[in-house]
Nanobody, 124 residues
C-alpha cells in the first residue's frame, strides 16, 4: 500500500488549497481514508474522513464548513479542499487509510498505512 500526498504549499490567509492523496496497492474493497494534520508542537489530529467506496464523509468540529473531503474512484485519489485558510491551518497534512467496513470520526481511525505528508503554510 502506498499513499502519496501533494498540493501543499505557501498561501496567504483567506486563500484556498486542494490537497490530493493518491492510493495504490489496495486489495481491500472497503476502507476509510482520512486526512490528518500535525501543527508544530501539537499532536496529530484527524480533520476529515471518507468511506471507500461509498463516499460518506465525516469532519472534525474544528474544520466543519471550511474543509471538504471527496474522492475520485477513477484515479484512486482522495482530495481535501481547504477554504478561507487561516494561519492556524499551518501544519503538515497527512492522508491515511484504515481498511475494513467502518468509517467515522477521523480521530477514531486506526490507520493501517500513512502517506509521507505535505506541508501547508499560511501567512497572515
Amino acid at each position: 500500500v502506498q499513499l502519496v500526498e501533494s498540493g501543499g504549499g505557501a498561501v496567504q490567509a483567506g486563500g484556498f488549497l486542494r490537497l490530493s492523496c493518491v492510493g495504490s496497492g489496495f486489495t481491500e474493497t472497503y476502507g476509510c481514508m482520512g486526512w490528518f494534520r500535525q501543527i508544530s508542537g501539537k499532536e496529530r489530529e484527524g480533520v476529515a474522513s471518507i468511506s471507500i467506496p461509498f463516499g460518506y464523509t465525516y469532519y472534525a468540529d474544528s474544520v466543519k464548513g471550511r474543509f471538504t473531503i471527496s474522492q475520485d474512484k477513477n484515479n484512486s485519489t482522495v482530495y481535501l479542499e481547504i477554504n478561507k485558510l487561516v494561519p492556524e491551518d499551518t501544519a503538515i497534512y497527512y492522508c491515511a487509510v484504515q481498511f475494513g467496513p467502518w468509517c467515522g470520526n477521523p480521530n477514531h481511525l486506526r490507520p493501517d498505512s500513512w502517506g509521507q505528508g505535505t506541508q501547508v503554510t499560511v501567512s497572515s
